[in-house]
């Protein structure tokens, strides 16, 4: 692996510094009410709106959002952006609709929800989806990206970059669980913004000021809506097909959903989801312009990938690199750590239990908890060095395929669940098998450019949802057999300082979106 930048003593300071810190504040946030035991999974139910907010977010900010945004930024500008201001109504419906029936029905998982919903099978099936898609997306993927950056920095193996990254974000995990991850996100969040900031307004200034970045770039790169023929972004498959990805990230994955379910309440969940879409806000500033501002200074640059880190080095004065190890580490700490919690709570609270011990008590759970942290970063860790095999892809567009071929049956079962009483259980059961098949089989077809070649994977989406969603009106009308029982949930009472939290940002988006089409 190549090193791309220098490392001074000040940067080593800086980098010993900041996990000096992140353990002092992992301590008090895990340790600091060791008498209460409760819920290791879900922080006692006691999580704000700020660092609810900040933890999905965090979640959400890995290493592709770092890297590849910032390489999607050096290739064609803010197109890429969909995938982050696109996500506000998603997280408006998490709030409005999922989060209600989540928190009214009390459960620790969303396969518990299901299970609840239509039965222990489906509960079943979901929890190992669940399983499976964190090792692979959240923790193999993640933990690569994040490994390639390091190595680059710091000219050690890659495979020892992954495994002293998984190291530290397992001891965090499995010291303090989701109370640990959300209070130490509070602080790497934030520094993460200060960083962030700090390395585009230095790049600003490089360049020539902000007159200069919008007269210097192509027109094209201020266009949020791309041609019907653009090859990564047409207009038309991110409005239809990202609404699939959307609904079931934002409403549906464990560990985008976790931090709502350790809520103290339902105007908390509700206040952090909306804080979440605030912060969304910030994802193209702070992520893509960076690769817009490399491409200015660096328009030669062989290979985008490399454009976050190389304009860090071509703005940043020697010292302060040790600020963008910190922000990378912080990113890929919240991330890893919130996805090997919820790998914790599925398995622990949708699969030990219900299936080997029932009678587990508290000290048992956490005991558990803490054992399937350790297997499953020991696990990702193989996951992400088999990845390093894997050549020639686009990381953005990898994950967000992956995605997109893995969304349609939970997005399609899940949307049923809340909004339709008549929903069958048997439907649901075999759209989570066999739609599951079908969807991921189309993916690997896809991939290997035996069907469909030619098409935009987020049609594909689109249509795989459509037909899972057919599927299941059709057979529960016909069958005439209803899930098991309808959940009760919180009544939405909303007050109205959330209400106009909510309104402001919708009117915003409405504002971000004209003024980016056809700039």
Known sequence: ???????????????????????????????????????????????????????????????SMLIANASSGFEGGIAAGNFSWYAFPFIMLLAFVFAPRYLGAKVTTLPEYMGKRFGEQTRNYIAWYSILTILISWLGLTLFSGGVFMAQLLAIPLWACIAILVAVSALFTMAGGLKAIAYTNVYQMLLLIGVS??????????????GSVVRDTPVEFWNLFRPLDDKDFPWLAILVGYPVMGVWFWCTDQSMVQSVLGAKN?????KGANF????????????????????????????????????????????????????????????IGSALNSLSTVFTMDIYIKKFRPDAGDSNIRTIGRWVVLIGALISVFLAIGITYIQGLSFFNIFQSVLGFLAPPMAASFLF???????????????????????????????????????????????????????????SMATSKPSLQTMEYVPIKVSKGVKLAWGILVLCMIGVYLFFNGF
């Open 417 to 475: 669940a809340a909004f339709w009483k008549k929903t069958s259980t048997q439907a649901i059961n075999l759209v989570l098998t066999v739609g599951t098949a079908f969807s991921i089989g189309t993916g690997i077809l896809y991939y290997t450019g035996l069907i469909f070649s030619g098409m935009h994977y987020l049609y594909l989406s689109f249509f795989i949802f459509v037909v899972l969603a057919l599927f299941i009106f059709i057979w």
């Open 1 to 63: 692996m190549r090193t791309l930048v220098e490392l001074s003593t000040l940067d080593i300071i800086i980098f010993v510094a900041y996990l000096v810190i992140l353990g002092l504040v992992a301590a008090w946030a895990s340790f600091g009410n060791r008498k209460k035991e409760g819920n290791l999974f879900l922080a006692n139910k006691s999580l704000g709106w700020f660092a609810i907010g900040l933890t999905m977010w965090g979640t959400n900010v890995g290493p």
């Open 276 to 335: 979440c879409a605030w912060l969304k806000l910030l994802d193209i500033p702070l992520f893509i312009l960076p690769g817009i501002l490399c491409f200015l200074l660096l328009p030669g640059l062989a290979n985008s990938t490399d454009s976050y880190l190389q304009l860090v080095n071509a703005v940043f004065p020697s010292g302060l690199m040790g600020l963008v190890i910190v922000v990378m580490v912080a990113a890929l700490i919240s991330t």
């Open 197 to 210: 900031v700090l390395l585009v307004v230095m790049g600003i200034n490089k360049v020539g000021g902000l």
């Open 266 to 270: 339902l105007k908390e969940g509700q």
